[in-house]
C-alpha cells in the first residue's frame, strides 16, 4: 500500500533564503510523484509533479524536486523564496495499484518571515 | 479554461436540514472526485465518478450522496448532517481517471453544521 511521509509539519524561513520541505513515500510498485501548494481559503493547486524521465523537475515559479528511488524521497526545494510561498504544501503519491486514489501527505506550512 | 468551481462557497446548515453542493467544469475532464477537508488536515477522498460512473467509495455515511448529471458536472447532497461533518469540501477533476494524471481543485465550499 502507498503512503506518504511529510517529515515537517511546520517550516518558519526568513524571507530570500533557501528552503526544503521534505517527503518521503512507500509503495510497492513504479510510482507518481506530485507537489500540491494550497494558499488560504483557496482549492490545492499543482506544483510539480514526476511521472518518468529526469529525476529533477520544475515548477514554473522558482520550485523544484528531485526524484530519488533509492531514499523514496522527492523533496521540494527553492533557493530563494518570498513572502507569498507562504503556503500549505502537499507531497502526494499515486500508483496503478491504487487506481484512482492520490494519497496526500500530511501538509507542510512553510511561513516566510519578512 | 481550467478552473473548476464550486457553489456556494459557504454554507450553514442545520442537522435536519437538506442542501446540495455542486461543482462544474468545462476542461472536458472524465474524472471527477469529492474530497473533505478538516482545518490543517490533508483533502481525505470521498468519492470518485469515471465517466460518468460511480468508481470509488470510500465508506463514506449515507447522509452524503453524490451524482454525476453529466460529465462536466458534479453534486454532493447533503442530509441529516452531524457537526463533526463541518469541513472544507473540495471537488477535484483529471483529465482521465488514473495514477499519472493530475488533479484541478476547486476553492471548495465551508461547511458548517449546527
Known amino acids: 500500500a502507498q503512503s506518504v511521509t511529510q517529515l515537517d509539519s511546520q517550516v518558519p524561513v526568513f524571507e530570500e533564503a533557501p528552503v526544503e520541505l521534505r517527503c518521503n513515500y512507500s509503495s510497492s510498485v513504479s510510482v507518481y510523484l506530485f507537489w500540491y501548494v494550497q494558499y488560504p481559503n483557496q482549492g490545492l493547486q499543482l506544483l510539480l509533479k514526476y511521472l518518468s524521465g529526469s529525476t529533477l523537475v520544475e515548477s514554473i515559479n522558482g520550485f523544484e524536486a528531485e526524484f530519488n528511488k533509492s531514499q523514496t524521497s522527492f523533496h521540494l526545494r527553492k533557493p530563494s523564496v518570498h513572502i507569498s510561498d507562504t503556503a500549505e504544501y502537499f507531497c502526494a503519491v499515486s500508483d496503478w495499484g491504487g487506481g484512482f486514489k492520490t494519497i496526500f501527505g500530511a501538509g507542510t506550512r512553510l511561513f516566510v518571515k519578512a | 479554461d481550467t478552473e473548476v468551481t464550486q457553489t456556494p462557497k459557504h454554507l450553514v446548515m442545520g442537522m435536519t436540514n437538506k442542501k446540495s453542493l455542486k461543482c462544474e467544469q468545462h476542461?472536458?475532464?472524465?474524472?471527477m472526485y469529492w474530497y473533505k477537508q478538516k482545518a490543517k488536515k490533508p483533502p481525505e477522498l470521498m468519492f470518485v465518478y469515471s465517466y460518468e460512473k460511480l468508481s470509488i467509495n470510500e465508506s463514506v455515511p449515507s447522509r452524503f450522496s453524490p451524482e454525476c448529471p453529466n460529465s462536466s458536472l458534479l453534486n454532493l447532497h447533503l442530509h441529516a448532517l452531524q457537526p463533526e461533518d463541518s469541513a472544507l469540501y473540495l471537488c477535484?477533476?483529471?483529465?482521465?481517471?488514473?495514477?499519472?494524471?493530475?488533479?484541478?481543485f476547486g476553492p471548495g465550499t465551508r461547511l458548517t453544521v449546527t
Open positions: 477535484a477533476s483529471s483529465q482521465e481517471g488514473g495514477a499519472t494524471y493530475e488533479q484541478y
Open positions: 476542461m472536458g475532464h472524465r474524472a
